[in-house]
């Protein structure tokens, strides 16, 4: 388990290893640096090759320490040997460095055999499934291996149609620049009072997505009707996969269909760019159409887009009792933290 601080090694390591993320890039970990948390960035080695990596965020809450490894760590999760390695080094780090608990979610799929072996691999190393879950549980994953003709014929016909829509009513895409900041984040929060859901502040996204245009690791894109911007969509890679991470639309033009035509934008860039296949981030908790992800996932199947669960969220945590403590006092702050920001809303 040994420390690294060059950003060149890091990254070429890390894009080695099975399923690389973006949240494990070197530059996720200094965007998030600038909101408070300090990256810590490990390797394991195997005859001088890279087995494993971790980069692990460290938050300071008052006197409480809390980790994170976002989409990690990364390693071959069907060796069994190395799993329990790797996790049990991770616990004794976590206890050494004083941790209220030490969160991480990797992509290990829920629904196959060697899924059901992390699990019990992670209980026999004091893993418990997390109360809180940071990032989507589930996805929906494209494979892009087929032509691009072929991935228009995989879509539902309504999809291909309204694909075509768009270009005939006139919709453009253009590529977002640093500038455009300020443009993606209101139709972003307008997108959020009309669907419902909770956005951080505006200089959060902006630092953001525009660390990563300028890095060359996002497709930040905007949909225009007669040179007016109707909708959004930005998407990051990293190796051979994109994710689609952040999209929004504005109450106008919504029938010409931009989102549809954003996607296929997408999509071509990333077979362009040699991406085998897209992460479109996000997706039910389970597959019923009462979950509140319902229409997500109809939009994101539509694509040709396959449901995949995770196992989700695990904590490490060697002072049981104030971890008991803080995940009973943890969804109540939250609650009162998210009232206290629909008040705000319904007041602009």
Not at 112 to 137: D, H, K, M, P, Y
Not at 141 to 160: G, I, V, Y
Not at 161 to 166: D, M
Not at 249 to 272: F, N
Request: proline letters at 5%; charged letters at 20%; one cysteine or more.
């Amino acid at each position: 388990m040994d420390r690294i601080v060059d950003a060149q090694v890091w990254d070429t390591a890390v894009l080695t290893l099975p399923q690389p993320h973006i949240l494990q890039s070197w530059l996720w970990g200094e965007v998030k640096a600038r909101r408070g948390w300090r990256p810590l960035r490990f390797l394991w080695y195997e005859d001088n090759h890279p087995v494993a990596a971790a980069q692990i965020l460290v938050l300071q809450r008052g006197s409480l320490r809390l980790g994170y490894i976002p989409k990690g760590p990364l390693l071959d999760w069907t060796d069994t040997q190395r799993v329990g390695e790797v996790l049990s080094q991770l616990g004794t780090y976590a206890r050494e460095r004083g941790l209220l608990l030490l969160k991480i979610d990797p992509d290990v799929r829920a629904d196959t055999e060697a899924g059901r072996t992390v699990e019990t691999c992670l209980i026999q190393n004091g893993w418990r499934a997390s109360f809180e879950q940071v990032q989507f549980r589930n996805t929906m994953l494209l494979d892009l291996s087929p032509d691009l003709d072929q991935l228009m014929a995989q879509m539902k016909p309504k999809w291909r149609y309204n694909i075509h829509l768009a270009v005939r009513k006139g919709v453009t895409v253009r590529d977002a620049t640093p500038d455009d900041a300020p443009l993606l984040f209101a139709m972003y929060a307008e997108t959020a009072v009309r669907d419902n859901f909770i956005i951080r502040e505006a200089a959060y996204y902006r630092d953001v997505w525009t660390q990563f245009m300028r890095a060359g690791l996002s497709w930040s894109l905007i949909a225009e009707v007669n040179g007016a911007p109707v909708a959004m969509a930005i998407a990051f890679h990293f190796g051979a996969t994109a994710w689609y991470m952040y999209g929004a639309s504005r109450d106008i033009e919504r029938g010409a269909m931009p989102t549809y035509l954003l996607q296929w934008h997408i999509i071509r860039r990333a077979k362009e760019a040699r991406c085998t296949l897209y992460d479109l981030w996000g997706a039910p908790e389970v597959l019923e159409i009462t979950d509140p992800l319902w229409g997500v996932y109809r939009f994101k199947a539509g694509f040709g887009a396959t449901f995949v669960p995770h196992l989700g969220a695990y904590d490490y945590a060697p002072n049981k009792l104030l971890y008991r403590l803080y995940t009973f006092l943890r969804p109540r702050a939250v609650g009162l933290a998210q009232r206290s920001y629909w008040a705000r809303m319904q007041r602009v």
